[in-house]
């Protein structure tokens, strides 16, 4: 942590990332839940929102009872100290000079927004004011500082399906000859959300080290063709691209969603000779004949690869997939009933495991079910302190407490507008 910081934390102490403070600027997703990771296990998060301009965040999904809870707000806004601060710094240069006190009180800065290219604050600036910080910028295509093509940085829009589009991830998807679906769940967002965290903390302990802050360029494209794995070679090296093969893998027989007689799917991956064998002795084929690698990795379109994939499905068709879950899995193949997501979160196993938990919604007062904190640590796990604030609910005791200002020069600052009012 800033050992240069002698202001104190508002927030409880507990988690691996205690004494870690994180600023954020951005709207859903990537930046938020990046910083709210950190959050969640422990991280002071101070998360900057524009006077009167509430995170689209607050609009998701639907709302429930009649006190105004917002579910998908409540898990996606918590753990996070609400700052109401004008972010146009060239119509209030004061507002300049607080976002850089806060800067300065803090480990990590993770932004979102493109505004900061337009108001004039650059990681040189922010630097200057503390040399130890580490910046994480996310955006659609990068950022100029890291190469590219000027016409796609910084400005250029960009949301999750159309970075699925845009890094060829979505034209995978789907059957051949037909369009491509998107992939819901929003793997792209999610995804860079995730490489932020593993950067910002990854520099942060250099930084730890050396005294030296950083700059780390994160893009949802690029987030996308980081999961593509072994494609991505195989094209570069081999021009070659997978065909589209719908529900199943086109590597490996036995590896992907089937349909069974009562109509619903079951999803089977089998990803080496062992469990491939095991397989063939459940649906009663001969190993011998139909080999492993005669038939799978680049043979599944041989005779023989499409002869035992034909009879895969048929084997499957003529059973539930409860029944095939307790044929494979007793011989160690990964196997499931393709569940809805209201099935799997009422599931005993995830009930079981704590994962789903209620707390308090500061906006409604209503208690609110969510998703629990997650990776689980065992010695020092994170946990969720509070719920989403209202807009700008934390900005006095942030100003005052964190970065020292006196009530004259907080009031001086809501008399410009610089800073909101909570609540109003």
């Not at 792209?188 to 959300?193: I, M």
């Not at 809805?340 to 005993?348: I, M």
């Given at each position: 942590m800033n050992e240069s910081r002698d202001r104190g934390f508002l927030t409880p102490l507990f988690g691996p990332l205690q004494g870690v403070r994180?600023?954020?600027?951005?709207?859903?997703?990537?930046?938020?839940?990046?910083?709210?990771?950190?959050?969640?296990?422990?991280?002071?998060?101070?998360?900057i929102e524009r006077p009167g301009l509430s995170d689209m965040g607050f609009r998701f999904g639907p709302q429930v009872g009649g006190k105004g809870l917002r579910p998908?707000?409540?898990?996606?806004?918590?753990?996070?100290?609400?700052?109401?601060?004008?972010?146009?710094?060239?119509?209030?240069?004061?507002?300049?000079?607080?976002?850089?006190?806060?800067?300065?009180?803090?480990?990590?800065?993770?932004?979102?927004?493109?505004?900061?290219?337009?108001?004039?604050?650059?990681?040189?600036?922010v630097l200057e004011a503390n040399p130890a910080l580490v910046i994480v910028h996310i955006s659609g295509y990068g950022r100029a500082k890291f190469g590219g093509l000027e016409a796609y940085h910084n400005r250029r829009a960009m949301t999750d399906y159309v970075a699925q589009a845009a890094s060829g991830y979505a034209s995978l998807q789907g059957f051949a000859g037909e369009d491509s679906p998107v992939v819901k769940g929003y793997p792209?967002?999610?995804?860079?959300?995730l490489w932020a965290a593993v950067g910002a903390l990854s520099a942060y302990i250099n930084a730890q080290h050396t005294?030296?802050?950083?700059?780390?360029?994160?893009?949802?494209?690029?987030?996308?063709?980081?999961?593509?794995?072994?494609?991505?070679?195989?094209?570069?090296?081999?021009?070659?691209?997978?065909?589209?093969?719908?529900?199943?893998?086109?590597v490996l027989i036995g590896f992907g969603f089937y349909k069974c007689k009562d109509g619903r799917l079951v999803s089977i991956g089998i990803g080496g000779p062992l469990p491939y064998n095991e397989m063939l002795q459940i649906i009663g084929e001969d190993p011998n004949y139909y080999s492993y690698f005669e038939c799978n990795m680049n043979n599944t379109n041989s005779e023989k690869g499409r002869e035992i994939a034909a009879k895969l499905d048929a084997f499957i068709a003529?059973?539930?997939?409860?029944?095939?879950?307790?044929?494979f899995v007793p011989r160690g193949i990964a196997c499931s009933p393709v569940?809805?997501?209201?099935?799997?979160?009422?599931?005993?196993?995830?009930?079981?495991?704590?994962?789903?938990i209620t707390y308090e919604d500061p906006i409604s007062g209503d208690q609110v079910k969510a998703w629990n904190v997650f990776p689980k640590l065992e010695k020092n796990p994170g946990k969720v302190w509070r719920g989403a604030p209202h807009l700008g609910q934390d900005t006095e005791a942030v100003l005052g407490t964190v970065l020292g200002y006196t009530e004259d020069k907080i009031r001086s600052l809501k008399e410009k507008r610089i800073v909101g009012n909570p609540h109003a």
């Open positions: 994180v600023l954020c600027t951005g709207m859903i997703i990537s930046a938020p839940y990046a910083a709210q990771i950190m959050a969640e296990l422990g991280a002071e998060m101070i998360w998908t707000f409540a898990q996606i806004g918590r753990n996070r100290l609400s700052v109401e601060l004008d972010l146009n710094f060239a119509k209030n240069p004061e507002a300049r000079e607080v976002f850089l006190d806060l800067a300065k009180q803090c480990d990590i800065w993770i932004n979102g927004l493109e505004i900061f290219d337009l108001n004039g604050t650059t990681d040189e600036m792209a967002d999610y995804g860079a959300s005294g030296k802050g950083e700059v780390i360029d994160v893009s949802l494209t690029e987030t996308q063709l980081t999961t593509l794995g072994n494609i991505v070679p195989d094209y570069l090296n081999g021009g070659v691209l997978p065909a589209k093969t719908g529900m199943v893998s086109p003529a059973r539930t997939p409860e029944e095939i879950e307790e044929l569940l809805t997501v209201g099935e799997a979160l009422d599931h005993p196993h995830f009930r079981a495991r704590g994962d789903v």
